[in-house]
């Protein structure tokens, strides 16, 4: 079964750093979402988008995090400068084209666990 | 805004069943989902209710009544291997897309 993709899988960094962290969704799936996960805690979104489009960003910290998906397929989460706070695993998941077979269901990849030092 | 509770641990023997309640409040409902997420992993996909009832796969069953805003996620037999975390998350629906709300999730330690 085809897998999201998410690099790296680790990172530590210095607080005030520049991270990126890089997603390859399921092929065809319409919809990626970029949670946060804190330890002790599920899943909370930052971030999604609809082929290239962001749907909801409400939940993103603007002033230093950004994300993209230019070509409506793979996307980036930048995090500049970073913060100890933002110590975290960051999910990346994909769901298909809303109308479709399992449109709600979310495809979670196997994370990037960062730590901010 | 959406509010889902469930209970931040439980503990349970090995071969014994255990219930993982979930309760929440929510608009534009579109379905729950019950996660499973080991330690340091992705959260992986256990089961999905979005029609009152109870839905049953192998040891795994999960419950939906709406009308209370209850669900339950019942494990049987337990295994060891069963030693994780069990996160509820409410689908809702709106302009077109559709997102997850998740609980803070339950650890569950299965014991010999």
């Known amino acids: 079964e085809a897998e999201v993709a998410q690099s790296p899988r680790y990172k530590i960094t210095e607080k005030s750093q520049a991270v990126a962290f890089w997603c390859d969704p399921i092929?065809?799936?319409?919809?990626l979402y970029w949670y946060r996960q804190i330890l002790g805690q599920g899943p909370e979104l930052l971030v999604q988008?609809?082929?290239?489009?962001?749907?909801?960003d409400s939940q993103l910290p603007k002033d230093r995090f950004s994300a993209e998906r230019l070509k409506g397929v793979d996307s980036t989460l930048k995090i500049q400068p970073a913060e100890l706070g933002d110590s975290a695993m960051y999910l990346c998941?994909?769901?298909?084209?809303?109308?479709?077979?399992?449109?709600?269901?979310?495809?979670f990849g196997p994370g990037t666990r960062l730590t901010v030092l | 805004g959406q509010n889902i509770d469930q209970p931040t641990e439980m503990t349970a023997t090995e071969g014994a069943i255990v219930q993982i309640n979930c309760t929440y409040q929510?608009?534009?409902?579109?379905?729950l989902f019950w996660y499973q997420q080991h330690a340091g992993e992705a959260p992986t996909f256990l089961s999905y209710?979005?029609?009152?009832g109870l839905e049953e796969k192998g040891r795994f069953s999960s419950f939906l009544s709406r009308s209370k805003g209850y669900s339950y996620l019942l494990l049987k037999e337990l295994q060891m291997k069963d030693s994780a975390s069990y996160l509820c998350?409410?689908?809702?629906?709106?302009?077109?897309?559709?997102?997850?709300?998740f609980g803070k999730g339950t650890k569950l330690s299965v014991i010999p």
């Open positions: 998941a994909s769901s298909p084209h809303p109308g479709t077979s399992r449109y709600n269901e979310q495809f």
């Open positions: 929510t608009s534009g409902f579109n379905g």
């Open positions: 988008f609809q082929d290239e489009s962001v749907v909801d």
């Open positions: 998350a409410v689908s809702v629906s709106g302009a077109g897309s559709y997102q997850l709300t």
């Open positions: 209710n979005v029609l009152d």
């Open positions: 092929s065809g799936h319409a919809t």
